[in-house]
């Protein structure tokens, strides 16, 4: 059974750093991990992506140069280190599993078929 588990979020200042980390288990083949994040009244957007098969990594335009997602693989844990942190960045952040090979369309929702269940990550000063 596939499990994702989240951590690190909290409250940090405007130009502070915060890293989540999502452990995965369950999983018996390659696999794309990636970030989505959702704030009140928006749609959930892609952040970032890490595959399991190759570490080719994507990034959305909003957190290019600020944000970096890495892995872990003896711990099975794909980390996002945020800097630079604004008040926009503001919203739960899920961690979402799915298949490998989508390529510049990782960032659809629909192509992933685990969920964690979300941290909260607020900038504010």
């Known amino acids: 059974q596939v499990q994702l588990v989240e951590s690190g979020g909290g409250l940090v200042q405007p130009g502070g750093s915060l890293r989540l980390s999502c452990q995965a288990s369950?999983?018996?083949?390659?696999?794309?991990i990636a970030w989505f994040r959702q704030a009140p009244g928006k749609e959930r957007e892609g952040v970032s992506c890490i595959s399991s098969r190759d570490g080719s990594t994507y990034y959305a335009d909003p957190v290019k140069g600020r944000f970096t997602i890495s892995r872990d693989n003896a711990k099975n844990t794909v980390y996002l280190q945020m800097n630079s942190l604004k008040p926009e960045d503001t919203a739960v952040y899920y961690c979402a599993a799915g298949p490998v090979g989508y390529g510049s369309s990782w960032h659809r929702v629909r192509f992933y078929d685990y969920w964690g269940q979300g941290t909260q990550v607020t900038v504010s000063a």
């Open positions: 369950g999983f018996r083949d390659y696999y794309t």
